[in-house]
C-alpha cells in the first residue's frame, strides 16, 4: 500500500481508492420496485395528503419499532419539534450535546430551552446521573439521543423521568430496527422520532416519523402535521409537515432492502473491529451482536495522546486517498454558535475531539473497508511522524 510517508496522498502520492468512499450513501433498494410504486402514485393522481404509500409506510414502520402508532412526517427535526408541541412540553428540555445539531434545533424551534448534559465517556449517550444534577424547576422534559444506533440508558432515564414527572422522549434517527435488551428501539419513553434522511439506513429522501403508544398523542400529530386540520376542520395551530407519496414510494423500497443493509453493515464493521483492534489509542465502537443492530455507523475514537496523531489530521489525510469519514458529532451542540456559553461537558468535549465515523454502508465493500483499516494502521503507526510534517 505505502512504503513511505512520501507515498501519502496528501504528499502527492496516488490515493488509495480511485473513487471516493463516503459515510451515509443511500440505501436505495430495488429500483424497478421504486419505479412501479411511483406509477402507481401518478396513476392514482395522489401525490400527498396521506396517501396510501404513507399509510403503508407508517404500518411498516411501526412494525418494526413494535408500536401501535407511526406518524410520518417530512423530516426528523419536524417530527422532533411537532412532537414536543403535542406534548405541550415547556421551559427546558435536558438533551446530550453530542448529537447531530438537528436534535438542539428543534426544541428551539419549539419555543424550549436545550440544557445540554454530559454523557456515558464510553457510549457517548445521555449519563442519567448527569441528567439528574442538569435538573432546574424549569425542566420539564428529557430528550435521549440513541447515538450511533446505541440504545440510551433508558431504564435509568425513565427512571429518572418518573421520579421527576418529566416528558421522556427519544431521538432515535440512528436507531431504526435496534434493540434494547430485546425491545426494539421505538415503544421507550412517551414516543421515538426516526429519520428517513437519504443519509440513514432506511431513506425516503427526506422524511422522519414519530412513534408511539400513546392513540391521542397520534392524532394530535396528525393534525398538527396538516395544518391542523381534522375531521375535515381546522381544530389547532398546525404547520404543513407531511410526507408525500414519492417520498413514501422510496421509503417502503429503501426499507425492502433494510435487512440486506444491515447485514451488510454489520460485516463491514466486523471487518473494521478486526482489522484496527489491536492498534494502540484507537478504539472501534463495539456492538451487541446478540441484539438487531444496524451498524448503520462505524465510529472509532482517536486518543491523539496515544497515538501521536490528532484525529483532524488522520481524516484529512483519508480524505487525500479518497476516504471521506466524518467527525460526527464535532464540534458538540454546545460549542457550536447558536448554543455557547459557559457549560463545560469534559465527556461530550473529550468525544468530540476523538471521533471519527467512517465509511460503510452498501456502497462501501468489506474489502473496501479491509484497505481503509490498512490505511489507517499505517497513517496510525506513523502518527507522530506525520503530525511533525504538517501540525494537525
Ligand atoms: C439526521 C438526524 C436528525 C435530523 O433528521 P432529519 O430527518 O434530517 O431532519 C436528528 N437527530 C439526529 C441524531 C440525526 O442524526
Not at 9 to 23: D, I, N, R, T
Request: proline residues 5%; aromatic residues 6%.
Amino acid at each position: 500500500m505505502k512504503h513511505q510517508v512520501n507515498d501519502l496522498a496528501m504528499f502527492g502520492g496516488s490515493s488509495v481508492f480511485a473513487q471516493p468512499l463516503f459515510v451515509g450513501r443511500p440505501s436505495v433498494g430495488d429500483r424497478s420496485r421504486f419505479f412501479e410504486r411511483l406509477s402507481q402514485v401518478l396513476d392514482r393522481q395522489w401525490l400527498t395528503n396521506n396517501g396510501p404509500l404513507v399509510r403503508e409506510f407508517e404500518g411498516r414502520i411501526a412494525e418494526v419499532a413494535g408500536v401501535e402508532h407511526c406518524v410520518a412526517v417530512c423530516n426528523a427535526t419536524a417530527a422532533l419539534q411537532l412532537l414536543h408541541r403535542a406534548l405541550g412540553v415547556r421551559g427546558e428540555i435536558i438533551m446530550p450535546s453530542m448529537t447531530y445539531v438537528a436534535t438542539a434545533h428543534s426544541a428551539r424551534m419549539a419555543g424550549l430551552t436545550p440544557v445540554f448534559c454530559d454523557v456515558d465517556p464510553l457510549t457517548g449517550c445521555l449519563d442519567p446521573a448527569a441528567v439528574e444534577s442538569a435538573l432546574s424547576e424549569r425542566t420539564s422534559a428529557v430528550l435521549g439521543v440513541h447515538l450511533w444506533g446505541q440504545p440510551c440508558a433508558v431504564e435509568d432515564l425513565t427512571k429518572v423521568a418518573d421520579r421527576h414527572r418529566l416528558t421522556l422522549t427519544f431521538d432515535a434517527a440512528h436507531a431504526l430496527g435496534c434493540t434494547e435488551q430485546g425491545r426494539p428501539i421505538g415503544g421507550f419513553g412517551e414516543a421515538e422520532v426516526f429519520s428517513f434522511h437519504a443519509t440513514k439506513v432506511v431513506n425516503s429522501f427526506e422524511g422522519g416519523a414519530v412513534v408511539t403508544g400513546n392513540a391521542a398523542l397520534a392524532d394530535e400529530l396528525r393534525a398538527l402535521r396538516a395544518f391542523g386540520a381534522a375531521d375535515g376542520a381546522i381544530r389547532s395551530v398546525g404547520t404543513n409537515a407531511k410526507l408525500s407519496e414519492a417520498g413514501a414510494a422510496m421509503g417502503l423500497t429503501s426499507l425492502e432492502a433494510f435487512p440486506a443493509t444491515v447485514r451488510h453493515n454489520r460485516a463491514n464493521l466486523k471487518a473494521y473491529r478486526t482489522e484496527l483492534d489491536a492498534l494502540p489509542g484507537v478504539r472501534v465502537l463495539p456492538f451487541d451482536e446478540s441484539a438487531s443492530a444496524n451498524c448503520q455507523y462505524a465510529v472509532a475514537l482517536i486518543d491523539a495522546e496515544v497515538t501521536g496523531v490528532h484525529r483532524d489530521l488522520l481524516v484529512r489525510a483519508l480524505a487525500a486517498e479518497n476516504v471521506i469519514a466524518q467527525k460526527y458529532f464535532s464540534p458538540a451542540c454546545h460549542q457550536l454558535e447558536p448554543y455557547a456559553g459557559a457549560v463545560r461537558l469534559p465527556n461530550t468535549e473529550r468525544l468530540a475531539e476523538q471521533v471519527i465515523a467512517l465509511p460503510t454502508g452498501p456502497a462501501t465493500s468489506v474489502e473496501q473497508v479491509r484497505l481503509v483499516g490498512e490505511l489507517l494502521r499505517y497513517l496510525v503507526s506513523h502518527g507522530p511522524e506525520l503530525s511533525a510534517r504538517v501540525g494537525r
